[in-house]
């Protein structure tokens, strides 16, 4: 079975760091793009960062750039989002996603961490 | 970047109806576009995904249409289960993009 299970969500105070994970299992993990997707309470899904298999292409929003880095392990499948300089508006539910073999899709998704950043 | 927008915000109807949702990109997509269902406290669902294929185990009762810039996802007769929220989303061009999403309440 494809899983994904995403971990490393807590309460954190602004300007803090926090490392989420997402673990994988069920597919070939070194050929798939991974993918975050956040929400915040109440919002709408926002894509945060995307990482390509060999990890060479990466991409960020606009509003995480230069703060949040992704990066993965292919040995252990899994895909890290680092999280430096942490502000309120960080504050969601975090979710990692894998990539549909053919079609520009998220078919699989973690069950989500949520983050929160208050003092 | 691409906007997604979508119509209604809001869309109650009751079992059995047809229910269509809109959305519209701000440039053209050709068909990479994709819809997902979401319901409180879960992750989202991908239900179609290159504008017209549904994904593994979806209903055929949900199917998407169109191309360019206008995309309408459709569910013929709605069942109690539909309820949540749905969004489109786009990667033909990096950054991917979501819609605002579009609420179903069921009557």
């Known amino acids: 079975e494809v899983q994904l299970l995403d971990s490393g969500g807590g309460l954190v105070q602004p300007g803090g760091s926090l490392r989420l994970s997402c673990a994988a299992s069920?597919?070939?993990?070194?050929?798939?793009?991974m993918t975050w997707v956040r929400q915040a309470p109440g919002k709408g899904l926002e894509w945060v960062s995307s990482?390509?298999?060999?990890?060479?292409?990466?991409y960020y929003a606009d509003s995480v750039k230069g703060r949040f880095t992704i990066s993965r392990d292919n040995s252990k499948n899994t895909v890290f989002l680092q999280m430096n300089n942490l502000r309120a508006e960080d504050t969601a539910v975090y979710y990692c996603?894998?990539?549909?073999?053919?079609?520009?899709?998220?078919?699989?998704w973690g069950r989500g961490t949520m983050v929160t950043v208050s003092s | 970047e691409i906007v997604l927008t979508q119509s209604p915000g809001t869309l109650s109807l009751s079992p059995g109806e047809r229910a269509t949702l809109s959305c519209r990109a701000s440039?053209?997509?050709?068909?990479?576009l994709a819809w997902y269902q979401q319901k409180p406290g879960q992750a989202p669902r991908l239900l179609i995904y290159?504008?017209?294929n549904r994904d593994t185990g979806i209903p055929t009762r949900f199917s998407g249409s169109g191309s360019g810039t206008d995309f309408t996802l459709t569910i013929s007769s709605l069942e109690p289960e539909d309820f949540g929220i749905y969004y489109c989303?786009?990667?033909?061009?990096?950054?991917?993009?979501f819609g605002q999403g579009t609420r179903l309440e069921i009557k």
């Open positions: 990482i390509f298999g060999n990890g060479d292409s990466i």
């Open positions: 989303q786009q990667r033909y061009k990096w950054p991917p993009a």
């Open positions: 440039q053209s997509l050709s068909t990479y």
């Open positions: 069920g597919f070939t993990f070194s050929s798939y793009v």
């Open positions: 290159d504008a017209s």
């Open positions: 996603a894998k990539d549909r073999y053919s079609g520009a899709a998220f078919d699989v």
